[in-house]
């Protein structure tokens, strides 16, 4: 059972800024948010987290909306290489476990 | 390289042999987890191992059989795999175990590229 919803695919001009949304409805209390991408056939990368406020690194900026619904990974100046898999990720109880689990991602294509 | 290392990266195996795949990570990490990544599919998590010890096995076939000797390594031995075992498996660590509160981001290795001919 999916536990985000993201866009199965997505188009962006190198050089301009990518904008990943992400539904996240059913996030409970403390839970984070990350974001992740996986380039073709290598193992994801971590690239953000963030709780409640936004978060910048040298890599993006994360903006989570005030009720926690929902997020927006930003690339603010995409290059070919960040042509990739995003997957937006909630940690879920399973049992006695939390686990992160991976939905299908956004794939997205930075044209030149 | 992040900091977690699999190796082979690419294995062919027959479906009666038996083969390892090897994890290793010097990041001081407590958790470590196998995860299996076939052709258009998400990711889907296998084993976790928290201090050494297994807590989550996700109906993983017994043809599947996963070790962690201590909390740098962590194996993944294959034995009379199916053709549809072939998938990218990969080996992720975190610094955290699971259960406790607060972020926990996972390193994950390159992969293991696996075919079963």
């Known amino acids: 059972d999916a536990k985000t919803t993201q866009p199965p695919s997505m188009d962006c001009a190198e050089g301009r800024a990518a904008n990943l949304p992400c539904n996240h409805s059913?996030?409970?209390?403390?839970?984070?948010v990350y974001w992740y991408r996986q380039i073709h056939s290598q193992g994801p990368q971590y690239i953000i987290h963030?709780?409640?406020n936004n978060e910048t690194n040298e890599m993006a900026s994360l903006i989570i909306t005030e009720d926690r619904k929902s997020s927006t990974l930003i690339l603010p100046h995409a290059t070919l290489r960040d042509t990739a898999v995003y997957y937006c990720?909630?940690?879920?109880?399973?049992?006695?476990?939390?686990?992160?689990?991976f939905g299908s991602g956004t794939q997205l294509t930075v044209l030149p | 390289e992040t900091g977690v290392t699999q190796t082979p990266r690419h294995l062919v195996m027959g479906m009666t042999n038996k083969k390892s795949l090897k994890c290793e990570q010097h990041?001081?990490?407590?958790?470590m987890y196998w995860y299996k990544q076939s052709a258009k599919k998400p990711l889907e998590l296998m084993f976790v191992?928290?201090?050494?010890?297994?807590?989550e096995n996700n109906s993983v076939p017994s043809r599947f059989s996963p070790e962690c000797p201590n909390s740098s390594h962590l194996f993944l031995h294959l034995h009379t795999l199916q053709p549809e075992d072939s998938a990218l498996y990969l080996c992720?660590?975190?610094?955290?175990?699971?259960?406790?509160?607060?972020?926990?981001?996972?390193?994950f290795g390159a992969g293991s590229r696996l075919t079963v001919l």
């Open positions: 191992y928290n201090f050494k010890e297994q807590t």
């Open positions: 990720i909630v940690r879920f109880v399973s049992g006695s476990a939390r686990q992160l689990t």
């Open positions: 992720a660590s975190s610094l955290h175990r699971l259960g406790r509160s607060g972020a926990n981001v996972l390193t």
């Open positions: 059913t996030i409970s209390g403390n839970e984070y």
């Open positions: 963030g709780l409640k």
């Open positions: 990041l001081g990490h407590n958790a």
